[in-house]
């Protein structure tokens, strides 16, 4: 019993510390993802400490890193859509952008207000797409799994989404970093 | 009209390679001439300007728990295994879906049985006798057709408070 015990013991230990690594990695980025999204980096706070609760009681472990980050982001979005229609009453721009106005100023001089304000003019979804696409790399297929979607709509959301936003880049005079 | 959807083969390779970081020169050759690749390029580097501005601010000033209070809330928020919450509740169900018939089962059993108590106690209560041996006659001056529609209003009257008294007493057995 005692050597059950200890191997019980050992194998929830490797977990723990799995998921501590997988935690480093995830949370900052996940809450990135939540305070864009929501404009609000109280609820953003209290929205991924909830995923990742619901993610150790439904994640299955033997899953890949990345599907399980992509899970972690499911539930952030599910989420998200239930807090933003929770407080549909309160306006997320608003917020957002007094949130912009008392920010230091950011070491990304590219972001100026007025860009920032571009984005914040989005959608909530719409900039969970454009974040998850550009932002993290995610290809349709997973957004699509993330979102309950299929992947042909979100080609084309994404499409319309990009071109668009695009456009007001350039009529904004922005111009993409030159990296090698 | 929907506009036509523009895409390029290369697009889910560029935007892949954007988050992980920049772009190979032969992709990089290849957005300079595509006009999709181009606006995949421009997004992608707003967007991960944008996101390296909230990690900043993530650093500053984000409060979220360390991953052990979050492993403590979740071990905390999970049935013990073993537990078999429908056996457990078993016996209520049962005893929901029995409890009204076997009480009024019960009730009928105990009337018949003392059947002749129950008529000597209820005719021995004064005004009880009158008022039953008058519901049968009809009042002086009330027409027969009156009397009769009196009748009938008064037993539907009385069928409908039995009925509703029923219908609360089961809705409230299967809450």
Redesign the interface.
């Given at each position: 019993m005692g050597f059950v015990r200890q191997l019980n013991e050992r194998a929830d230990r490797i977990r723990?510390d799995a998921?501590?690594a997988f935690?480093?990695r995830t949370?900052?980025?996940l809450?990135?993802y939540a305070?864009?999204v929501c404009g609000d980096?109280?609820l953003?706070?209290d929205i991924?400490?909830e995923t990742?609760?619901r993610y150790?009681?439904n994640v299955r472990p033997e899953m890949p890193e990345r599907p399980r980050r992509a899970f972690a982001y499911k539930i952030a979005s599910r989420l998200l859509v239930d807090n933003i229609r929770r407080h549909k009453a309160v306006s997320l721009e608003t917020v957002e952008e007094q949130a912009a106005r008392d920010?230091p100023l950011?070491?990304?001089e590219?972001?100026s207000p007025d860009?920032?304000r571009l984005?914040v003019s989005l959608k909530p979804r719409d900039r969970a797409l454009?974040?998850l696409?550009?932002?993290?790399?995610y290809?349709?297929v997973e957004i699509a799994e993330i979102y309950g979607l299929r992947a042909a709509s979100v080609?084309?959301m994404l499409?319309?989404l990009?071109?668009s936003?695009?456009a007001r880049?350039?009529d904004s005079g922005?111009r993409?970093?030159e990296?090698? | 009209m929907t506009d036509p959807i523009c895409t390029c083969a290369l697009e889910e390779r560029v935007r892949a390679a954007l988050a992980q970081g920049g772009l190979e020169p032969e992709l990089r050759a290849h957005a300079a001439g595509c006009s999709v690749c181009r606006d995949v390029v421009a997004v992608s580097d707003w967007m991960r300007q944008l996101r390296n501005a909230t990690l900043e601010e993530y650093a500053a000033g984000a409060r979220i728990p360390d991953a052990g209070v979050i492993l403590e809330r979740a071990r905390s928020r999970r049935i013990p295994r073993g537990i078999d919450a429908p056996e457990i509740l078993k016996p209520l169900r049962i005893y929901r879906r029995i409890a009204l018939p076997a009480g009024l089962g019960a009730g009928i059993v105990v009337a018949v049985l003392n059947a002749s108590s129950i008529k000597a106690l209820l005719l021995s209560l004064p005004g009880l006798r009158t008022l039953i041996s008058g519901l049968g006659s009809r009042p002086p001056g009330m027409s027969p057709a009156s009397f009769g529609l009196f009748m009938m209003l008064a037993g539907l009257g009385l069928l409908s408070i039995l009925v509703m008294a029923a219908a609360t007493g089961i809705k409230q057995t299967q809450r």
């Open positions: 723990d998921f501590e935690y480093a949370a900052p980025a809450w990135g305070r864009r980096s109280a953003a706070d991924v400490q990742f609760l150790l009681n920010a950011s070491a990304h590219a972001l860009l920032k984005f454009l974040w696409a550009y932002a993290e790399g290809s349709h080609k084309v499409f319309r990009r071109r936003f695009a880049l350039r922005y993409p970093e990296r090698p | -």
